[in-house]
């Protein structure tokens, strides 16, 4: 009776032995395992037995890209400006069991590396330098970490310089210069817009004077049309009256009447004298006599 509890106390405990060394290894997580002290292999996706008391989980392993924000750290610049600046670094495990055996503190030395590498860095550059370079600064930092713990199995994917905080006064100063320099850009854009101001007035008015002098131009064309027209018109009439009067055969007497008929029309002007020539000047008379005659017979 004694005997069977022992055997099933015994049978519980392997029991227990065994289902405790049952492992599952979930998505993206590895397992390192040791055997007697020594490397073994590493565990991937899935289910796994290990030995008991002969084989240990080392390390369980994250294959996820990781973060690390570390603390603002003083460097300084090669023109002796000490700032502050705070790094980020995206990581990722891609070698377990160099993550593992490569360095004691694998964070540690990341971050001591990171410290150290920005100062590197920084110490060649002066002030304005690093602060419109940080993506040359992050390159630089990216491959040289990168580089430096790819024998510890870690791949450094990106660096990000988070905060650049230079001293109070150095800061004062940028703020003043950034003013003044909106303000002179401020003074460039307004100055530039009175001269593009400026330039479309004139070139209006330049403009009008064209279209007007053009106008003018137009009117004094089709007055001089008018009045070539009025002038052509009065000489057509005139040639037709002399080619009726040469189609009627005039005699002497009538043309002499149309020379005093033109003779009237000259009196009619400003002139002061006028010379009557001698082949009509009998012909006034006779006309005068007319005249009288007529009026007497009324």
Do not use: C
Not at 13 to 28: A, G, T
Not at 81 to 104: H, R, S
Request: charged share 25%.
């Amino acid at each position: 009776m004694g005997f069977a509890i022992v055997i099933g106390i015994l049978a519980v405990i392997v029991l227990l032995i065994l289902v405790k060394n049952i492992h599952i290894v979930q998505q993206s997580r590895a397992y390192v395992i040791e055997r007697l002290g020594a490397f073994q292999t590493v565990w991937e996706v899935g289910l796994h037995f290990k030995i008991p008391f002969i084989e240990r989980v080392a390390k369980k392993v994250s294959l996820k890209e990781q973060v690390m924000d570390y603390p603002p750290q003083p460097v300084i610049t090669k023109d002796n400006v000490t700032m502050q600046i705070d790094t980020v670094i995206y990581y990722q495990i891609t070698d377990p069991k160099l993550y593992t055996y490569g360095v004691e503190h694998p964070m540690n030395a990341i971050e001591t590396l990171t410290a150290t590498t920005l100062r590197n860095i920084i110490g060649d550059l002066e002030l304005d330098q690093t602060l419109t370079a940080r993506a040359t600064i992050n390159g630089e930092m990216r491959a040289i970490l990168d580089e430096a713990t790819d024998p510890w199995g870690i791949k450094v994917n990106r660096v990000e310089l988070k905060n650049i905080l230079p001293p109070t006064d150095i800061q004062n100063s940028m703020e003043k210069q950034m003013k003044a320099e909106r303000e002179r850009r401020q003074n460039i854009l307004q100055a530039e817009g009175t001269k593009q101001s400026a330039i479309l007035v004139a070139e209006g008015e330049k403009e009008a004077a064209v279209l007007r002098a053009d106008a003018e131009k137009q009117a004094a064309i089709l007055r001089a049309e008018g009045e070539a027209q009025a002038i052509l018109a009065v000489q057509r009439a005139l040639a037709d009256s002399l080619k009726l009067l040469n189609e009627a055969a005039p005699n002497d007497q009538v043309i002499k009447l149309k020379a005093l008929e033109a003779m009237e029309k000259v009196a009619d002007g400003k002139a002061t004298k006028i010379i009557i020539p001698s082949e009509i000047q009998g012909l006034a008379g006779l006309a005068e006599g007319v005249v009288e005659t007529v009026k007497k017979v009324e």
